[in-house]
């Protein structure tokens, strides 16, 4: 299914929460596509690349990055994402052919880390990245960024990840939603929350539920772009349907949320360089070049013996 990825931010009226919330259908897939993922490895990353994107439309310049890292010792190993303010996304999971047996008739996501850490990297320009790094609660990566927020960020929020994957092992729907607390919430603004989320519908079952609506009543007449708008539009209203008025979010605005790897030849270079003079002059004489794949999106660089031995030579510079 192609279709346009959309996030929103929202403000409840009262100023005492913020919804971000996006529909990432075609990032998740583009990624199973990349990485030839199993479906229980397919819902974890893209479950990790939903929180990325997320976390991107939260960071206010373009050139601010953040880095989601979960390792564990299940057979997932690692699962990393980066995310810019641009709303671009990238990730990987070491093991794409991770099987494990359903857990009652669901996906076993939080079997895959098993027992390891969430590491995130803010990166927004200043001097020093900002590292924060947690026991994994319980590898659904919903919870385990719920508890990141609490414990790093000193932040009340409820995280919310999910896909459904069709037979053929596509994604069908994948989205995302943080609603987080601002300081000082209106009394009731808690409470009036925790009533709605007990009864939350999987975020993903909502997605299509949403998609389907506005297909339904206006399909004929809409683009791709405002399907995608109206989409993550209608999601919030259903979702917020039941609280209190005083409480009702209002879409600040909408972004575009996309997959995209900005890795380069001039970027590979610096990975090469970074080996070492030792080490490159080993691949140029007893390997006669190299060839490196991008982890993130498995593109292939060559390097032949002479465009390694002109590195070695100084004679690129590569900038970054
Ligand atoms: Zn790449």
Redo the contacts with the bound molecule.
């Keep these: 299914m192609v279709s346009l990825d959309k996030a929103l931010i929202a403000l409840d009226k009262s100023g005492s929460y913020r919804v971000y919330l996006a529909v990432t259908t075609t990032i998740a897939e583009t990624a199973r596509e990349i990485h030839g993922t199993t479906p229980v490895a397919t819902a974890a990353l893209g479950r990790a690349l939903t929180a990325g994107a997320l976390m991107g439309i939260m960071m206010k310049q373009d050139s601010d990055k953040v880095t989601l890292q979960f390792k564990g010792d299940g057979p997932a190993r690692e699962i990393l994402v980066t995310a810019y303010g641009t709303c671009d996304v990238?990730g990987y999971v070491s093991n794409p052919d991770i099987d494990l047996p359903l857990v009652n008739g669901k996906l076993a996501v939080g079997d895959c880390l098993g027992i390891g850490q969430l590491t995130c990297i803010r990166d927004i320009g200043l001097k020093e990245p900002y590292l924060g790094r947690i026991d994994l609660v319980s590898g659904e990566i919903a919870d385990d960024l719920t508890a990141y927020f609490f414990i790093s960020d000193q932040k009340e929020s409820s995280v919310m990840l999910g896909e459904t994957i069709a037979e053929s092992g596509a994604v069908q729907f994948a989205a995302g939603m943080i609603i987080q607390m601002m300081p000082d919430p209106k009394e009731g603004a808690v409470d009036a929350l925790e009533a709605l989320l007990r009864d939350a519908p999987p975020i993903a079952k909502l997605a299509e539920e949403a998609r389907n609506d506005v297909l339904a009543s206006r399909g004929a007449v809409l683009t791709e772009e405002t399907l995608a708008r109206e989409t993550v539009r209608e999601m919030l209203d259903r979702f917020f349907a039941a609280i209190p008025a005083d409480f009702r979010p209002e879409p600040l605005e909408y972004r575009d949320v996309r997959w995209n790897?900005d890795?380069s030849r001039e970027r590979i270079e610096a990975v090469l360089l970074s080996l070492g003079r030792a080490e490159l002059a080993k691949l140029a004489e007893e390997d006669h070049g190299a060839e490196l794949t991008?982890q993130?999106?498995r593109?292939r660089y060559k390097f032949t013996q002479e465009e390694i031995l002109a590195l070695l030579k100084g004679e690129r510079n590569p900038k970054c």
Aim: aromatic share 14%; glycine share 0%.
């Design positions: 990238k790897c890795c991008c993130f999106c593109s």
